[in-house]
């Protein structure tokens, strides 16, 4: 069993509560009880997956994000829309950093892996803007400086997914 989004839990939410401790706050996960020889009661759950920078918990076989662990450890049933992060911080994992998202609208919200996210250099030495939209790429514009590029990104962007957009 993986962390798939849409498969339940082998485990209720009161299980998950007599296993685990979820500190609101600051978002870490604490064992409530001795596990092994190596994971003892109070120590802190999970480890960072090096591969996407989130931190996952085994329970059972299975492997779980800590941000959807955290809605259904909070509020009882499993998340079926994305679990994202406001911040974009993938370890800040504080319950108020934590919101329920469509796919599109955690795409609208990454982080740019770029200097200026949804611009790009052109052959012609221009710059164009585009974005996606439900996976749909979406042309912008053509410009001469990657700032005037950025910045019609910028408004694009916001007006695609408003609360949603990242232009950084």
Known sequence: MSNIPWRD????????????RYDRKSGFWYWRMKRSHR???GQRAGCVNKTDGRRYIRIDKGKY??????WFYVKGTWPRLDVEHKDGTLLNNA????????RTQNQGNARAR??????SKVRTGKYTAQI??????????T??????????????AKQLYGEFARAA
Do not use: C, M
């Open 9 to 20: 839990p082998s485990f209720t939410q009161e299980e998950l509560k007599r296993l685990l």
């Open 39 to 41: 994971v003892l009661k």
């Open 65 to 70: 994000s800590e941000h959807r662990l955290a």
């Open 95 to 102: 319950w108020t950093n934590l919101r329920l998202a469509t």
């Open 114 to 119: 770029v200097k200026f996210k949804g611009v």
């Open 132 to 141: 996606q939209k439900s996976g749909i790429k979406l042309h912008i514009g």
């Open 143 to 156: 410009f001469d400086t990657p700032e005037q590029a950025h910045k019609a990104y910028v408004r694009r």
